[in-house]
């Protein structure tokens, strides 16, 4: 089970996940392009929840709406490599890490699920359980008991090489003319609130794009004006300190 955004989640065998929005007193199955509905773990973090299933893990920024298979650098299954990943058996979050325990070891992701990199020391066992303090991490295996690996060790091999941006930016990319859509480009060098709104030019607020939590790196959000009268718009946006506006011209 997870919590996150006053919601609460259940992962469940052979049904996926469900959602619960009165303190269980009702819940609704929340599994559109949720992969694999055999749930053995969820976890939530920064606004996303992530569920581990017999074959990998899956991602949804929107509780439970939507999810995307999220499984680059997870160990591939030995019968068909080319469509599987191998069981999760947990899901944990740490400080801003997150880790999935498989029956290759310990893999963790730094960036949302967008990869995974292999945290093991040598351990190749299934990993079944794990807790954390300030200093460790301490996971409880199949065969080889428990073992223990320093935080700092981590820290150290899954940090991206030069991904994250050392400041802030925003800017507005090519509009797409098929489908009346313009895409809004952002990079944060560090999680934090972001709030994206659109303007008319007398100051009346049009839509409001983006308005919670979002980790750091760069981001991409797309704006559908098939229904928005031509014309100029202002697009505000604000990620802590920082408030940039940038005028969007809409002319059919």
Not at 105 to 129: E, K, P
Request: proline share 3%.
């Amino acid at each position: 089970m997870a919590v996150g955004d006053n919601n609460l989640f259940a992962g469940t065998k052979d049904r996926g996940v469900f959602l619960s929005t009165d303190n269980g007193t009702s819940w609704t199955a929340v599994n559109n392009g949720l992969t694999g509905n055999d749930v053995s773990s969820l976890a939530a973090y920064n606004g996303n929840l992530f569920a581990g299933t017999g074959i990998g893990v899956s991602l949804s920024t929107n509780n439970g709406t939507t999810w995307n298979a999220i499984n680059t650098g997870l160990p591939k299954d030995t019968i068909d490599t080319t469509l599987y990943t191998k069981s999760i058996f947990f899901l944990a979050v740490h400080d801003t890490m997150v880790f999935a325990g498989t029956e290759d070891g310990v893999f963790c992701t730094t960036n949302n699920g967008t990869s995974w990199t292999a945290v093991n020391d040598g351990l190749m066992d299934y990993v079944l359980c794990f807790a954390a303090n300030d200093s460790n991490i301490f996971v409880g295996t199949d065969n080889k008991g428990v073992w223990r690996q320093p935080l700092s060790d981590i820290s150290t091999a899954t940090k991206p090489q030069n991904s994250l941006p050392e400041q802030f930016s925003f800017n507005l990319l090519t509009r797409n003319l098929s489908n009346r859509s313009v895409t809004i480009s952002f990079s944060l060098p560090r999680s934090g609130q972001v709030k994206l709104k659109v303007y008319n030019l007398s100051g009346h607020l049009i839509t409001t794009l983006l308005d919670k939590p979002i980790a750091a790196g760069p981001h991409n959000v797309s704006w559908d004006t098939r229904n928005v009268a031509s014309g100029c718009y202002m697009v505000r946006m604000q990620a802590g300190a920082n408030t940039q506006v940038k005028a969007i011209p809409l002319f059919r």
